[in-house]
Every structure is written in C-alpha cells, then in structure tokens.
C-alpha cells in the first residue's frame, strides 16, 4: 500500500473546491460523467490509431446509485489508469491528462472534452470520501485503487478489476444527501448529460407489471441520452420536421417555433447549434435563458447572458463549441475573446437568415411579422448595428394589414404625410378598435395609418426617429386630424377671448374626476362638418409614460398623471348652441361681476406697473398688501364668475352628452357614469 499527501500548493484545497470554485454543487455530476466520457473517447480513439488491437466491447457509461450504503458510482470502460498515472493525474492536482492526450492526438481525437483542469476534484463538494478503482488498457496492467477522505491524504493500493475502465465511487456526505434520491440524479443526468457524445446508463428501463401491480425494471438499459443530437449532424440531411421534434424534445409544453436557424462554422472558430424563434405569448422575461450552452455535447449553462447577444437571449436552442471553455464562471465566459466573436457571429448568422427568409418566401414571412417583430425590435434597442441589418427585412404592417419593408412605406407616404415643414410624419395606432374613429378620420383625409400593437413596438419608433431622415411618429389621437400634420397656419376662431374663455369654463367644470387623470380644455376653429369635442392626448407625454415601462431611470414620468386634451370645436352648431344658451342664461348674473372684475384687473394692472419701476427689496409692506389685496379681489370675481357658469353648465344636457361622447370615444366612460349617458341619451331622443 502506498501513502501520501495530494500536491497542492494550498495547506488543503478541498473547502476551497467545496465552497469558492464552483457555484452550484450539483455540477459535480456533470464533471465526473463528463470525466468517464472523456476516457471512453480516448479509448476509441486509440482503437481508432492502431494503438489498442483488442475488442472494445461494450462502451456505455454507468451511474449507479445505493442509497442504503450511501454511494454514487460512475463506472466506464475507457483507457483507466495505472498507478503512475494516477500519481500525476489525481495526486498532483496542477496536471491534467486531457492536455497531454490532446497534444498527442491533436489532428484527429475524438471529441475529447477538455478544459477540465480541477474537475474531478469537484466531487469532494458532496462526497466525504472518494474511490478510484482502475485498470489500464496497456498490456501487463494491474487494478488500483485510489481512495481519499477529503483531506490531502490519500492511499494506493492494490483491486481486483477485471477489464480496463475506473468505477469513480462517491460515499456522499451527510449535508447533500438529496443527491442520494433517485429522482434528483435523474433530473441532473437529463439536465447535463442528455447529449453527451457515449451512451450513458442510469439504471434499467421500467415497464408495468401486471402481477405485481407497479412498474419493475427490464433487463434493458435505461439510456438518458442522444449520442448524435441533430445540431451535430449536415443540415442538408434535415427536414422540418426533424427541426420540429428536437424542438419538442428540448420544449415539451413550447408552441411550434416560428423559424430555426442551424449554426456550423469551424473558422474562425467551430461552433455548431440551432436557435428557434419562438411564439412569445407574454412579457420577455419569462422567455429567457432558454438557449442552452454546450461545449462538446456537455451542457454547460442556460444562462447566456453576454455569450449571446441580449436581444437574442429571446430566443430558445442549442448552441455548442468546443472553443467556450467548459468553465466554472460566468465572468470568465462573458469576458473571453473567442466568447465576444462568437456572440458577433451568431447576431450576423440570425441577420443573414432573417433576410434570407423574407426575400426567399416573402409571404410566410409576413404571415409570421407580428410574433417575429419582438425579436427584431428587442435588437433594434439593445444591439448597436443591428438596425443596418433589420432594415432590409423589417416590416410595418398598416391598419388594413398590409405589410412594407421601411423604404416602401417610405414611398407611399411621401406624397400626402409631409407637413409644412418638410417633416415625413408616420401616424399610427395602437389598438384598431379603440382608436377606430381617429384611424377612419386620418383615412378621409388620405393618410395612411400604421398599427403598432406590439411590446416593442412604441418604445422602437424613438429608435427609429433617429434613423429616418427628417420623419416623426405621431399617434392618431395625438390631436385633431387637421393639427396631425400641419400643411398651413390653422384657421383662427372667431369667438372673442372672452367667449372663450367662458366656453371652456362650462365644459371644463364639468369634466369628470378620473384617478391619475387631468383635463384641459381648449377651442379651435375646425369646421362646421368636424366633430364637436374631441379628445386627445400629447405624443411625446404620452410616450415618455410608455417608456418609462421599460426603462427604470423614466420613471419620474410613470408616476405623472395622464393628461388629456379636450379640444372643442367653435364651428360646430352644437358648441354654438351651448355658447348661445349660456349667454342668455348667464348674461344678468354675470354682469356686475364682470364690471368689478374689470375694476380690479385695472387697479391690479396699474398697481403692477407702479411697483416694477421698484427693487423688489425697496418694496414697503404696505405696497405687498396692497397687491395681495387687489389679487385676492380678483379671484374672488373669477371664482364667482365661475360658479355662475359652471352653475348653468351642471343642467344643460348637451354639455353632458358632448362630454360623454368624446369620453366614451376613448373608452373613459364606464359605471355611474355611462348608465346616466344612456339614460340621458333616452331622454334627449324623446325631447
């Protein structure tokens, strides 16, 4: 028997192992199957040389489980170990067989996994004791065993084992004995192990016996991998449908993805893979992290982040390379150079695929847009470049759901959709129905109107502002038709200020009180056919509130109440009448508050301009009062004043139901409210 302690450079490396060098412990699996494969690998390629003439016999790798005697066994029938070997490659933790096998075997082996380094050594983050019993594949060897408690100790001794390979025996420690539930080790196999490259074993098939009323295991192994996944195999030997049953295979619960994209390069570095657009029902983060990173068919995380692109962490799939290196950490993977040229990669293979697609079958292309444009809009904000990519395949799709590459529609629009200033403006909507009366007045007028109903598709056109030369986006509702896009100064109305001003304070008090919502009011000439009152919301408000959903640092604007425009149209008969009523309902009460509004507004005026010929700090106390005084003179004629009017505007119907109108026009008007407009709507019929 031989004795000795394992050369580290550290008093003892296992807490290290334990706690810092590997973020999750169930990856002690991975590395140690991972481990048995890579022996298997070297084995065929030995046979494969010339270098071993025997039969290789039956290859699989097997893991094993005794809960009762607390162990985990990974048994292979690679090239095994003598005890030198071993020496150097278990006990002098710096070295790693995969490097010198690599470099003898660098032209042609086989699928070796390599950048292991410590990985064996991660089954001391579960174990308490840990057995290696091998034998060498070279003629003459003899079986050792190689046994360690997770301290730098060791022992060498003597086995029996019949053929070449190593049983790696875990005894688990008492605070991971989850890992001793057959479930568990099933769910990681599947997880890490579903595609390594040699066949691997848990257990025995089960099927139901009928005599002893429960499943019993068959003399059939229970294999939990595919040895040639389809991402390993000539994409011209694929169907569709092959695509689609991988697809099932890794998503069981999925949708049937949109488009599949199968990656093979091998310069300047090798990659293979195939990403799937999927079908996005809800919000984006729920879709992530379902592209699975692999480096020689060994998963390594579902966390892409920085590996690929973020706008392309939507999408769901395989990507393997051998050139990712299988490492502990995130950072490392993220900072990597090979990793950053990977991720370029990939945003120009998907790119070139997208317009591949679109001019090859442009059709189904447009039959997919509106569950493919997330992805495209997601890169056009978050990837820098990618907008020169997209902008030959992207798509508008308008209210009468026709579609336009950007330069099309540019075309269509140019003719009618510029205003006086030469700006190209792009109206649209975004929802068809609730905004029908604004979409139908903007095609009167021969403007077309886009349909922008997705996630991304508000938050994209700031992007796209920037992009286009001299162009805007403006919602359809934005303001009144004629205010859209401005061709001339707009008509002046022909009410006097003070009819104004009144008009606005009959309606303006009767305005509803809605939570997180103001009302203004305005008047404008806009013709005796257009609408009476119309609601409209400012564009670039509006917006920022939208943004602010999916930028954190706006949300100063998300906390702002929504603010509304009520514009009433001077021209229209029904506006006039309600003017003309108020005059006659309100003239003798309005007149002596009128005339002492008028005295005051003068004393406050030429108090005004005598006290601006002064400092403010040569002001006397006097002087303020008196100002304050005179200021509070006035409101108290401008409140009375309103009463009066608000007064008449509280009983007169029209002004309710012209309010009601415009307020149901934009789906504002619900409850109380609503039942009292159709009972007034009654009412107003039988008058």
């Not at 003598?82 to 003898?104: C, H, P, R, W």
């Not at 099932?248 to 390069?265: A, C, G, K, Q």
């Not at 990519?389 to 026709?402: I, N, P, S, V």
Request: with cysteine; aromatic share 10%.
């Amino acid at each position: 028997m031989q004795k000795g302690n394992i050369g580290v450079t550290t008093e003892n490396i296992f807490p290290v192992i334990k706690k810092f060098l590997y973020s999750d412990h169930e990856i002690f699996l991975r590395e140690m199957v991972s481990n048995a494969v890579d022996a298997t690998q070297k084995m065929k390629t030995l046979a494969a040389q010339g270098e071993y003439k025997e039969e290789l016999g039956d290859l699989t790798v097997r893991v094993s489980l005794d809960a009762d005697k607390g162990t985990i066994t990974i048994s292979d029938h690679g090239i095994g170990m003598t005890e030198e070997e071993i020496d150097k490659y278990i006990n002098q933790i710096a070295f790693s067989g995969v490097t010198d096998f690599l470099e003898k075997y660098k032209d042609n082996a086989n699928n070796i996994i390599g950048h292991f380094g410590l990985g064996f050594y991660s089954s001391f983050m579960v174990a308490k004791k840990v057995e290696i019993i091998t034998k060498s594949y070279k003629d003459g060897s003899k079986a050792v065993k190689w046994s360690c408690d997770g301290s730098p100790a060791y022992e060498i001794d003597d086995a029996e084992r019949e053929d070449h390979g190593s049983d790696i025996i875990l005894y688990i420690d008492d605070d991971c004995k989850e890992f001793l539930e057959k479930s568990k080790l099933e769910q990681l196999l599947n997880k890490y192990c579903k595609f390594m490259a040699v066949p691997v074993a848990f257990g025995k098939k089960q099927e139901w016996s009928s005599d002893e009323k429960k499943m019993v295991d068959t003399q059939e192994d229970n294999i939990i991998n595919n040895v040639e996944p389809l991402w390993t195999k000539t994409p011209s030997t694929l169907k569709d449908e092959d695509y689609k049953s991988f697809y099932r295979t890794l998503y069981p619960m999925s949708d049937e993805p949109l488009f599949w994209i199968h990656l093979n390069v091998d310069y300047p570095f090798n990659l293979t893979g195939i990403l799937y657009f999927p079908k996005i029902k809800s919000s984006i983060e729920l879709q992530k992290n379902k592209i699975q990173l692999y480096c020689n068919q060994v998963f390594v995380t579902d966390q892409v982040e920085g590996i690929v692109p973020e706008f392309l962490t939507l999408l769901h799939g395989v990507i393997d390379s051998p050139d990712i290196p299988l490492n502990v950490s995130r950072s490392y993977l993220q900072s990597d150079r090979e990793v950053k040229k990977i991720s370029t990669y990939i945003t120009k293979k998907v790119a070139d695929r997208l317009k591949a697609i679109f001019t090859e079958n442009r059709k189904e292309f447009e039959e997919k847009w509106d569950d493919l444009k997330l992805f495209i809009n997601y890169g056009i904000l978050s990837e820098e470049g990618f907008y020169d990519r997209a902008k030959e395949f992207a798509l508008f799709k308008d209210t009468e759901g026709k579609y336009f590459t950007f330069d099309e529609y540019k075309t269509l629009i140019e003719g009618a959709q510029k205003d006086k200033d030469d700006q190209l403006v792009y109206l649209y909507a975004t929802d068809k129905d609730e905004q029908y009366s604004y979409i139908k007045a903007a095609q009167d007028k021969g403007y077309s109107v886009l349909l922008l109903d997705g996630q991304l598709d508000v938050p994209t056109i700031q992007t796209l502002e920037q992009k286009f030369e001299k162009s805007r986006f403006t919602r359809v509702d934005a303001d009144i038709i004629d205010r859209l896009i401005v061709k001339s100064d707009a008509p002046k109305s022909d009410l006097s200020e003070d009819d104004s001003a009144n008009l606005s304070q009959v309606f303006k008090s009767q305005m509803p009180k809605l939570d997180h919502t103001e009302f203004m009011v305005q008047v404008d000439a806009l013709g005796a056919e257009a609408r009476p009152v119309v609601i409209t919301q400012n564009e670039w408000m509006r917006r920022m509130k939208e943004m602010s959903r999916f930028q954190p640092g706006m949300n100063f604007y998300g906390q702002m109440p929504d603010s509304f425009n009520l514009v009433l149209n001077s021209d229209h008969p029904l506006v006039k009448r309600v003017l003309d009523d108020c005059k006659a309902s309100t003239e003798e009460a309005l007149k002596p508050i009128v005339s002492e509004l008028k005295g005051q507004e003068a004393r406050l005026a030429a108090i005004q301009q005598q006290q601006d010929k002064k400092k403010y700090d040569e002001l006397t106390q006097d002087d303020k009062d008196m100002k304050a005084e005179c200021e509070k003179a006035v409101q108290e004629q401008k409140d009375k004043k309103n009463d009066v009017l608000s007064g008449f505007a509280a009983d007169n119907a029209v002004v309710h139901q012209l309010i009601d109108l415009a307020l149901l026009q934009n789906g504002m008007l619900k409850g109380e409210a609503l039942d009292k407009f159709l009972k007034r709507s009654v009412e107003l019929i039988k008058a």
